[in-house]
């Protein structure tokens, strides 16, 4: 606030001083939202046969490895892709090698890097109907309040539909929309190798809502959209019907990432075969989902 010095200030320039400064403040608590664990650096490993770790702490990004080149999932906040290519350097792969790049939602802490990945690597941007438009607009108009942040918008080279299948190098990967949390909001899911055995694996995209999200529309007050409860019961009976051993997500804290880590050393790849905590975390989420739902028809009545 050099402003502040400068004896030849006028009035009008501490009028200008004084908003920057109020910016400052309430730009301050949305930055502090930010958990400590969503930059934290850590260190790439490897799930399976092709499937590598390269995101933070707790954003998860995934890099699926084929003869032809790889697929990246998630590109998470503007911050994160000079971690993530770190991270897929570290493994011994080449950023440049990225061709398709994937997501788990549109939300900032999942696709803000992605302008910045597609820049640095050419891949091919793919995004399921929902998110596509949201990913291309930098979540500008959309649902969901004041906590999601925009960022840089980026061009879809590919809109996905539910149950479309991405092929490259001989691996196969599957979208499955489940939507509620975002609207194009993607559980991937694919095989991998653990032990020498081709394991299914699922990369949940996300199963709560917001805080902000109103899934019940009332006087005055509409539903965050329109259908959003029935996206989110579509999306636990697609998720629960999936063939899950190896159990991922969009965040490390949805399949307990650190406390499995921890029992690596000892225990080998086949500590992220969970389908007994896939199965809980939807069980668990759908009540939370459905308590919800009951506490906003009770408010409305
Ligand atoms: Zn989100």
Sequence with gaps: MKIWANTR???FCRVIGLVALLGTIAAAPLRAAVPTDWTAPQKPFAIGSNLYYVGSRDLAAYL?????GNILINANL??????????????GFHWRDTRIL???????????????????TGARLMVMDGDAQVVESGDAHDFGGPGLLPYAPVHVNHVLHDGETVRLGGVVLVAHKTA????????????TRIADRP???????GYAPLDSYRLVASPGHPASYPGIAADFAATFKTLRALPCEVFLGAHGSYFDMQAKLRRLPSEGQRVWMDPVGYQ??????????????????????
């Design 78 to 91: 503007a911050s994160s892709p000079s971690q993530i290519r770190a991270s897929v350097r570290a493994l």
């Design 280 to 301: 809980s975390l939807i069980h668990d989420a759908q009540g939370d989902v459905q308590q919800r739902i009951r506490q906003q028809e009770q408010a409305r009545n």
């Design 9 to 11: 200030c006028n009035l």
């Design 64 to 68: 699926v490895v084929t003869p032809q």
């Design 102 to 120: 994937l997501l788990s939602q549109a939300h900032y802490d999942h696709a803000a890097g992605a302008a910045q990945v597609v820049r640095e």
């Design 180 to 191: 509620g949390h975002s609207r194009g909001c993607t559980t991937w899911t694919m095989t």
């Design 199 to 205: 394991e299914p694996v699922v990369i949940v995209g």
